[in-house]
Each structure stands twice: as C-alpha cells, then as structure tokens.
C-alpha cells in the first residue's frame, strides 16, 4: 500500500502562481494530479510516468508543469497564470499502469488540497 501526502493549495488571484507537492511512501510507475470542481467529474490534469514522459489536458498545457523527483518519490505541480476555471480540489494520484489519463488507471489517492481562484 502506497500512501501519498498532499500540500500546498490556497487561495489565489487569478493570474498567481501555486505549486502543489505529493510525497510517496513507495515507487510507482506513474504519478499525476486530478482535480474535481464542485458539482463537475474528476479530471484528469496532469501525469509523469518514471522515465519522465508528462502529459496534461488541454486546459492547462502551458499554463502548468509537472515535475518528479524519483528519488525522493515525490512529484510536484507548478500552476501559473492560474485562472478561476482552475479552482477545485486537486487530487495527487500514483499507479503502476501503462495508461494515465483516467482515474482507474491509478490504484492510489491522496486526500486532496483546495485550489481556489478569484477573479
């Protein structure tokens, strides 16, 4: 059993900067971030597979920037020029499968940290 540790996250004004930080108590093959606004499906945002290929969404492509410390089993998320659209809860996640674009695709959850961006 993997257990991630979540922090970071506030509250911003639009245009700000956030990073967020998940620590890994074990390696796994993948690590990402999800998101979930209020009365809307968790997403997927962002993933860093362990040779360091990354993949986002469309909606933050530019705007955000994962990066993993394999050493440290450890996988951080720059958020820049942050939008109100972007305000959720933010969801570390970590998995041993090939694919990582949707929430099966990962076997652990962390418990979330609260994005919110004022306009």
């Known amino acids: 059993q993997v257990q991630l540790v979540e922090s970071g996250g506030g509250l911003v004004q639009a245009g700000d900067s956030l990073r967020l930080s998940c620590a890994a108590s074990g390696r796994t093959f993948s690590m990402g971030w999800f998101r979930q606004a209020p009365g809307k499906e968790r997403e997927f945002v962002t993933a860093?597979?362990?040779?360091?290929?990354?993949y986002y969404s469309d909606s933050v492509k530019g705007r955000f920037t994962i990066s993993r410390d394999n050493a440290k089993n450890t996988v951080y998320l720059q958020m820049n020029n942050l939008k109100p659209e972007d305000t959720a809860v933010y969801y570390c996640?970590?998995?041993?499968?090939?694919?990582?674009?949707?929430?099966?695709?990962?076997?652990?959850w962390g418990q979330g940290t609260q994005v919110t961006v004022s306009s």
């Open positions: 996640a970590a998995g041993n499968k090939v694919l990582v674009f949707s929430s099966v695709d990962y076997d652990y």
């Open positions: 860093a597979i362990w040779s360091g290929y990354v």
